[in-house]
């Protein structure tokens, strides 16, 4: 008539985990040229295989894409996702979608080409054509 119980803890580690930590981001305005570098923080999920989330992309403070690696196609994808975001000229929403890949060697990097559209405070409506690089530090 004895009971016992056992609680197993199973950790699944992700395969992007390597890429965790802090990275410098070069983003590009693929419409003009234009640069500007800042540093953000990428994780591996804890849940989900093949998924990191980015914190912080392009100007937009508040917006932590989920962006998705599929082995097959050796892609990165990162799905229609909207985010109220703070940016040094407003706050507003914005809708990211793109898509990007992993480049190897011995300084992991992401580049990831995506599009950022709103409606800007006069009612117009804004697209840009970005590509961000990102490498680990």
């Known amino acids: ?13 992700n395969t992007l ?11 590009t305005d693929l419409s003009n040229g234009n640069t500007r570098t800042w540093i953000t923080t990428v994780a591996a999920s804890v849940s989900v295989n093949n998924q990191i989330k980015i914190f912080k992309i392009s100007d937009c403070f508040m917006a932590d894409p ?26 507003l929403p914005h809708t990211f979608v793109g898509k990007g890949k992993i480049i190897q060697g011995s300084i992991k990097r992401i580049i990831l080409d995506y599009t950022d559209s709103y409606i800007d405070n006069l009612g117009n409506p804004i697209l840009l054509n970005l590509r961000d690089e990102y490498q680990l530090f």
Do not use: E, W
């Open 1 to 13: 008539g004895l009971k016992d119980s056992v609680v197993r803890i199973i950790n699944v580690r």
């Open 66 to 91: 989920i962006l998705t690696y599929d082995p097959a196609l050796d892609s990165l994808f990162m799905p229609s996702q909207t985010f109220t975001c703070i940016t040094p000229n407003d706050t």
């Open 17 to 27: 985990n390597y890429l965790s930590g802090s990275h410098n981001v070069v983003t």
